[in-house]
């Protein structure tokens, strides 16, 4: 009586999941809480409980970092928060992983840094750009590397 009980508890449970949690072309590893998520091509994010965290309307999404994320959409990149809310509107021609509290942008072939609330700290001016560390980026102006503080 008990097994068939314990039998029909995971049936219903199984179930009652497969109800309720959507079938994705690809579901990523969790990663801050968040998991990527495609279907026809478009991708978004979903939470441990399988909802979705952002609609799937994105060309491209990198993983969580720093409670930010990088989203491609029409070509453009732009990062989006743990809530799904953009911080920055898809407007750059590549955003990189948010790391040490700034992201490169590149626009127009130059490189410049956001914050964490998507304010251009530092415009794209330089003609290239490596991530902050210990406080400090080397960024390359007119064929001279030299290092910027945040």
Do not use: H
Not at 36 to 47: P, Q, S, T
Not at 81 to 94: A, L, M
């Amino acid at each position: 009586m008990k097994t068939t009980v314990f039998i029909l508890s995971i049936i219903w449970t199984s179930m009652t999941f497969a109800q309720t949690t959507k079938q994705y072309d690809y579901t990523g590893a969790y990663t801050e809480g968040f998991a990527i998520v495609k279907l026809n091509d478009k991708y978004g994010f979903i939470d441990f409980n399988g909802k979705e965290v952002t609609p799937l309307k994105y060309d491209y999404v990198q993983v969580f970092s720093e409670n930010r994320a990088v989203v491609k959409l029409d070509g453009k990149y732009g990062l989006i928060d743990n809530k799904g809310k953009e911080v920055t509107s898809c407007q750059y021609d590549y955003v990189w992983t948010f790391c040490y509290g700034r992201s490169i942008v590149k626009m127009s072939n130059k490189y410049g840094f956001i914050d964490e609330n998507g304010t251009e700290t530092i415009p794209p001016k330089y003609d290239d750009a490596e991530m902050f560390q210990n406080c400090r980026a080397l960024v390359t102006l007119n064929g001279r590397k030299f290092y910027i503080d945040k």
